[in-house]
């Protein structure tokens, strides 16, 4: 059971580990449209324009 | 060759010669619009769009207005809405005709290919761009252009800066909510063993490293997650009230400081998981609260929106058509604008030139066309639909009828409700009972059970704290407000809805309220050879330049028919006109006058009031006029009816007249000529019966009356809403609406005292369960959230009441024109 020794205090830096990630994510913006992105990936333009501007 | 066009799905006309050559061979289009629009989209490579739409119909583009768009390169215009970011500007863009997926992404590929774009994400849910551009390189206008040549149309949303702040809230409130959320989880996963374990399953020392672990993560929860609860505690005490917040910030602080200071002794009494568990279900009704509230304020942002951002202005009207553009807000009173079909008026004023439809669905809440021609009023933000107009502006900026409901609907929102005060004064007394029960409650287990005195002054707190019944009457009026304005019916006052749940008696003003209030052309007879039509024309020609209420009659009687040209008009007021028309010399009035050209014999007995057109020859036709009753007067009595109010009937007009209305609308109870004085001591009369009265009337003449009965309703809109003086204003104009505002202000009655019931019932029997310690502190806690919720979602039950199909606001966007939600003072 010494192994518990190891493992609360990992899984407490596991939760603010992935708390950071959330927050990333949050404030970039992904959590303001959760409908749209699910179909960009049906829409993305392959193939190379004439006159493809740098994208933002 | 397929015969639907390519585009927009509609029939493509026989012998078109429209056409588009796409990767598949050349397919028909319907007209030039579709054609322009379908080459750009083909020009640009995106032919996928019309393969990803499917069976998406778009609209047909709109072809007018081209030029507009680069009013919004102007500078001054631009400081509303465009933000400067590093050297590039960034806007949000409103984007109109969005219907799916596909359009998106066209719409962000279109804008991105516009040189000197920095970036365009569009969300789809709320059909807005954020824009970035390069000013050196591009205009604002150059993307709007862009975008309207693939047949969508794209405008700067004014209000960035408040949906910005809006956003930052919701995110705010959900990243605290996720704090809370997985803190609790993590928490209650290290409080188990504590829970399952029996004797000296779990060591000593590995006991102690959950405490910690549970400590590290409650740590956050309670100084981020539940910091809105403390700075609005500490807000409440330097007010030197107790409010909600502060039973809640008690119960976090005393929990986690008690848990805290056994786990620093190594006992084993540790509260962590309450403390995370209450935190998380109080931030997810104040995050439930919080969505409701932000829809309700988008659907005020929309009107604002009504009003168009650019004007035609016409440098020197009658004399020449030349048009400068100008930024809506620069217009002055005095000065004339064109309006060209399809665009917003932008400004309340007067049809000068033109004749044609315009859609008022913002006051009337219906799409119909309402017929304009010169001397008619036109209101701010609607529409024209079908010819060019030259209105000459009255009013301009905050004075227009639209700022007027913004108004009203901003002063409703100001006004605390009885009810809301009530349960307000109510709190601090209440809370300072708590607290003082708690602390007793702490002293006596102290005596009994030390070691269960804390907990125990804890479940009290947290039990007894009344939330759910500081959230039950606002949480329902709110919805209600909202409720009401779909309907078509503003509150101005916030004890409206309490006041017309309880009438008993409805008293009705006759004219304008059961009437248009308007007279209307019923009947013609002619007593020459000359035709009816002929007769009318002649009259409408004659009272064309009349302000008078009966020329207005005239006009609608000849909507849109060429008129005969009328000279030396001479206006004799109280009596008619006399002029000559076609060389002959006419008068149209009362008999009186009319007879004084031409003597002659009465021909009819008066049951309405009586125009006679006459020329010197004799008498050629009379006019009846009557006062129309509105055509959903007698679905409304009896909607009234049959809710159990007594209706009343007032009238200036004669007895007779009165009871020949109260008749045919089977309403037995009313009173004729009768003049404010006497319809207030009516209603004073009933009131001393023990009688609750809601008045209707038109909002002006009737003031006095108004303010007597217990709540007023103004059957308002059009150009005089600022004049109004009423509790409560149906814009729709809509009898009906009134009978289903009644309804479902009855039904909020309804809801506000089962919440209070509920509220109290929970209260009351939580209190001494926790007195006795027979509620651990996260049971109180459970019970107190759930017992919030309920009362919350019992609330929106109002919401969900049935649609109906004649006022619904929100399908011309008007919905939900809710206030800013009541102040929600004391929230959970």
């Keep these: 059971m010494e192994i518990l020794y190891l493992l609360i205090p990992l899984s407490v830096v596991l939760v603010f580990v992935i708390g950071a990630v959330f927050w990333a994510a949050l404030r970039s913006g992904q959590y303001d449209d959760l409908e749209g992105p699910a179909f960009t990936i049906l829409t993305d333009d392959d193939r190379p324009g004439p006159t493809d501007p740098p994208r933002g | 060759m397929e015969t639907s066009c390519f585009h927009c799905g509609d029939p493509v006309p026989a012998g078109s010669s429209y056409a588009v050559r796409t990767e598949r061979g050349w397919r028909s289009v319907c007209c030039a619009g579709c054609e322009a629009v379908a080459y750009s989209i083909l020009g640009q490579g995106l032919e996928d769009f019309y393969r990803l739409r499917g069976a998406q119909r778009l609209e047909r583009p709109a072809e007018s207005c081209q030029e507009n768009l680069e009013l919004y390169d102007h500078p001054e215009l631009q400081r509303a809405f465009v933000r400067e970011v590093d050297d590039n500007r960034e806007t949000v863009l409103l984007l109109e005709g969005i219907r799916c997926p596909a359009c998106v992404w066209l719409n962000e590929q279109t804008i991105r290919r516009v040189p000197g774009v920095v970036s365009a994400h569009l969300n789809y849910s709320t059909r807005r761009a954020i824009l970035r551009w390069d000013p050196r390189r591009a205009r604002l206008s150059d993307v709007l252009q862009a975008v309207k040549r693939v047949g969508y149309r794209a405008h700067p949303y004014d209000a960035a800066r408040d949906d910005k702040l809006q956003r930052e809230e919701r995110r705010d409130a959900l990243w605290r909510l996720f704090v809370a959320g997985f803190g609790m989880m993590q928490v209650m996963m290290y409080a188990l063993p504590a829970y399952v374990a029996g004797d000296g399953d779990m060591s000593a020392d590995i006991g102690e490293l959950l405490r910690w672990a549970s400590f590290a993560l409650t740590v956050p929860v309670v100084f981020y997650a539940a910091a809105p609860f403390f700075s609005g505690a500490r807000r409440d005490l330097a007010r030197g009230r107790l409010g909600m917040d502060v039973s809640v910030a008690l119960g976090i602080a005393i929990a986690f400081g008690a848990s805290v200071a056994a786990m620093l002794l190594g006992a084993a009494e540790v509260y962590f998981d309450s403390v995370t568990m209450f935190v998380f279900l109080l931030l997810g009704g104040r995050y439930l609260e919080m969505l409701a509230r932000q829809r309700a304020t988008s659907v005020l942002q929309h009107l604002s929106r009504l009003i168009p951002e650019g004007a035609h202005r016409l440098r020197d009207f009658p004399r020449s058509l030349e048009v400068d ?121 102290a005596a009994v059970d030390p070691a269960r005195s804390l907990p125990v002054a804890v479940a009290v707190l947290v039990a007894t704290c009344p939330c759910a019944f500081s959230l039950a009457t606002p949480a329902a009026l709110t919805v209600a407000t909202g409720e009401l304005a779909r309907l078509g019916v503003i509150v101005t006052r916030a004890h409206a809805i309490e006041a017309l749940g309880r009438v008993s008696d409805v008293v009705l003003d006759k004219t304008g309220t059961l009437t248009r209030g308007e007279p209307v052309l019923v009947d013609i007879a002619c007593h020459s050879e000359l035709p009816e039509e002929k007769c009318l024309a002649l009259a409408a020609a004659m009272e064309a330049a009349s302000e008078h209420p009966i020329g207005k009659a005239f006009a609608a009687a000849v909507a849109g028919r060429g008129l005969p040209a009328v000279s030396a008009l001479d206006n004799v007021p109280g009596s008619g006109i006399e002029a000559v028309v076609e060389g002959h ?57 049959s809710l159990g109010l007594a209706l009343h009937v007032l009238s200036g007009d004669g007895v007779e007249a009165t009871g020949t209305l109260a008749a045919r609308l089977d309403i037995g109870a009313f009173e004729g000529r009768a003049d404010p004085e006497r319809k207030r001591n009516y209603v004073a009369a009933l009131q001393r019966q023990g009688k609750l009265i809601a008045m209707v009337g038109d909002g002006i003449n009737d003031a006095p009356v108004l303010a007597r009965a217990d709540v007023s309703l103004a059957m308002g809109g059009g150009t005089r809403l600022a004049q109004i003086q009423a509790d409560a204003v149906v814009l729709s104009q809509d009898l009906v609406a009134l009978a289903e505002a009644i309804e479902l202000s009855r039904r909020t009655l309804c809801v506000v005292r089962q919440n209070v019931a509920w509220a109290f019932a929970y209260n009351l029997s939580a209190l001494p369960l926790a007195l006795f310690g027979a509620l651990t502190p996260w049971a109180a806690a459970i019970g107190m959230s759930v017992s919030s919720l309920l009362v919350v979602l019992n609330a929106l039950r109002l919401q969900r009441s049935r649609r109906t199909s004649a006022a619904v606001l929100s399908a011309d966007g008007m919905g939900g024109m809710t206030p800013r939600s009541q102040p929600v003072e004391a929230r959970v």
Aim: hydrophobic letters at 45%; a neutral charge; one cysteine or more.
């Design chain 2, 585 to 641: 010399r006419y008068r149209l009035g009362s008999p009186a006058f009319a007879q004084a050209l031409a003597p002659c014999v009465p021909v009819a007995p008066r049951r309405y009031s009586e125009v006679w057109l006459a020329a010197e020859g004799g008498l050629l036709a009379s006019f009846q006029l009557a006062d129309e009753i509105r055509p959903e007067a007698a679905e409304a009595v009896r909607r009234l009816q």
């Design chain 2, 325 to 445: 553009r100008i930024p809506a807000c620069s217009l002055k009173p005095g000065e004339h604008t064109l309006v060209k079909p399809g665009e917003s008026f932008p400004a309340d004023g007067v049809v000068e030139q033109g004749s044609g439809e315009v859609n008022e669905a913002l006051l009337t809440g219906e799409g119909r066309p309402v017929f304009k021609q010169p001397g008619n009023a036109v209101i701010g933000g609607s529409m024209n639909l079908s010819t060019p107009l030259v209105m000459r502006v009255e009013k301009v900026g905050g004075e227009t009828v639209l700022s007027c409901i913004a108004r009203l609907i901003e002063r409703a929102a100001a006004d605390r409700p009885r009810l809301v005060a009530l349960a307000e004064r109510w709190v601090t007394p209440f809370m300072l009972c708590v607290v003082l029960l708690a602390v007793a409650a702490a002293l006596g287990w």
